[in-house]
């Protein structure tokens, strides 16, 4: 501390201030965690610079660089999509005359001139991506030219993809988000060519995750579904049945290692409409195990019934690659059985619910659902002249 005597002198006291034992960080995990998360939205809504822009390119990488620390320490689930953008961003920055890019689609578009199919082209833009990545001498660039290669693959192509996803150097868990993506992407293309079998098989090889729950349900919600035409079916349709119950019990122990978010609520949704089907009981514990989810969410669409689309953050193209599942996974699937099964428990169950506007909704469509169990006026008179004759 400095300070002017009256006399004019100078005085100066050196005062000793302890440092505090924490950084914010440490005292308070979770504030740190909610910044990070802000800057992560912002960093992964930065728009890809051009070639001729690569000073900007450069200070995206220097950035994220300071950043590595915090975000691995606070938030390391989210660096891994900032990791993806920064390899992007390297591919823009480096001095390479030519844009990649350009050189993949004048290939495509020179041989769709020719008269090449479709899936020719896919397969000569996965080509010429290869040719580039191999080219690359950019570590970071090389990585997201074959993560971009492997992703470029049809989707029931998926071992090429899978090879050129193994060829990703340095970064495991890249790898490893790919490969499950690409499981995920062929599993539901053929769950929508209706090939259960192929695509049970595919799913049961995703890792734990709620891309493998998904499909899974989706699984399932075909299998409970077969009913038997004649006595000769019964036995199939019994196993179909039983089949369906393993898989949502798999899926099951997916969703419980997941966090509580929108999806992991509408994948519960769908759960709990297929159950009823298998174990009306089930089917009441899933709802309120979804409710419970819910709960802890800031906003939810309880009118929303499709599946979610899952992909890849930092690829945000991924998901739209994927087959849509578009039923099954809203309130009025899962009330629709459950009301008629259980009603005063499914009241409670949605009385449970902390949202007042989501409460109200989910009211709404249960009473909707005890109004189609009530016999029209018209059927009640036909009953009863029949009655009388």
């Known amino acids: 501390m400095v300070a002017r005597l009256p006399d004019g002198n100078v ?6 201030t302890q440092l505090p034992a924490q950084s914010p960080g440490q005292s308070d995990p979770a504030r740190a965690r909610s910044f990070l998360t802000v800057v992560h939205r912002r ?3 930065e728009p890809v610079p051009l070639k001729e822009q690569s000073q900007a390119a450069a200070e995206f990488i220097l950035l994220t660089n300071s950043l590595a620390q915090p975000f691995q320490m606070y938030a390391p689930d989210l ?9 992007q961003f390297a591919a823009a920055a480096q001095t390479a005359p030519a844009r990649p890019t350009a050189e993949v689609t004048e290939t495509v578009r020179e041989a769709a001139g020719n008269g090449a199919s479709a899936v020719e082209l896919s397969g000569l833009r996965v080509d010429a991506l290869v040719a580039s990545a191999e080219k690359e001498f950019n570590p970071l660039a090389r990585k997201f030219k074959f993560a971009e290669a492997a992703l470029a693959c049809a989707p029931k192509d998926f071992e090429r993809g899978k090879e050129l996803a193994n060829r990703i150097e340095n970064d495991d868990k890249l790898q490893q988000q790919i490969v499950a993506f690409l ?8 769950f929508a060519d209706n090939d259960l079998e192929k695509a049970e098989e595919l799913a049961l090889k995703i890792p734990s995750s709620l891309e493998r729950a998904v499909t899974l349900i989706a699984v399932a919600q075909k299998l409970a579904a077969i009913n038997p035409q004649s006595r000769e079916e019964t036995w199939s349709s019994q196993m179909a049945h039983q089949r369906a119950v393993e898989l949502l019990f798999e899926a099951d122990k997916s969703l419980k290692r997941e966090d509580a978010s929108p999806n992991i609520a509408k994948v519960r949704l769908g759960k709990t409409a297929i159950s009823h089907l298998l174990d009306s009981s089930q089917a009441l514990l899933d709802f309120e195990q979804a409710i419970a989810v819910i709960n802890r969410l800031e906003k939810f669409d309880p009118t929303d019934e499709g599946a979610p689309r899952l992909g890849i953050e930092g690829f945000g193209t991924t998901k739209l690659t994927v087959p849509r599942v578009s039923f099954g996974f809203g309130f009025r699937n899962a009330l629709q059985p459950l009301v008629r099964e259980d ?6 169950a949605i009385d449970g619910l902390a949202s007042p506007s989501v409460r109200g ?3 709404l469509e249960a009473a909707r659902q005890i109004l189609y169990l009530v016999p029209k006026a018209s059927v009640q008179v036909k009953a009863a002249n029949a009655k009388l004759q």
């Not at 660096?79 to 390899?87: D, F, H, K, L, Y």
């Not at 995920?184 to 293309?189: F, I, K, P, Q, S």
């Open 343 to 348: 009603f005063d428990r499914t009241a409670a």
């Open 43 to 45: 960093l992964l809504g």
């Open 11 to 16: 005085s100066v006291a050196v005062v000793q």
């Open 79 to 87: 660096w891994v999509g900032i990791q993806t953008r920064r390899a």
């Open 183 to 190: 499981y995920y992407r062929a599993a539901l293309t053929c």
């Open 361 to 363: 909704l989910c009211r």
